[in-house]
């Protein structure tokens, strides 16, 4: 599968936006789904997972604040980011897993595969 990822941008602080991840392929109700985040300097780190079942889990620093979701219909899974922090200024991926256990979600090793980055930019 292939994935593609947009809707970043430039926005001030408090703000919204929406990442989209637009995945190519069959079967793409058969993945497992996730957005990671990188700040420069730093390591690639989980924000938000969605099962197969439409089950979903945060990051303690998203939550409350983010929203993920999916669309089979549409092969798209989608982040939605309120009240945005500077903190949050990061390229964003998408990543797909066939299986990924609950534990291991967290983990970038455990996903097959990956789109290109969205940055998203939250000025003070």
């Known amino acids: 599968v292939q994935l593609q990822a947009s809707g970043g941008g430039l926005v001030q602080a408090g703000g919204s936006l929406r990442l989209s991840c637009a995945a190519s392929?069959?079967?793409?109700?058969?993945?497992?789904m996730a957005w990671f985040r990188q700040a420069p300097g730093k390591e690639r780190e989980f924000v938000a997972h969605?099962?197969?079942?439409?089950?979903?889990y945060y990051a303690d620093s998203v939550k409350g604040r983010f929203t993920i979701s999916r669309v089979n219909a549409e092969n798209t899974v989608y982040l939605q980011m309120n009240s945005l922090k500077p903190e949050d200024t990061a390229d964003y991926y998408c990543?797909?897993?066939?299986?990924?256990?609950?534990?291991?979600?967290?983990?970038?090793?455990?996903?097959?595969?990956w789109g290109q980055g969205t940055q998203v930019t939250v000025s003070s």
């Open positions: 392929g069959r079967a793409f109700n058969m993945y497992d």
């Open positions: 990543a797909a897993s066939q299986r990924i256990i609950l534990s291991a979600i967290g983990t970038t090793s455990m996903y097959d595969y």
């Open positions: 969605i099962r197969r079942s439409h089950s979903t």
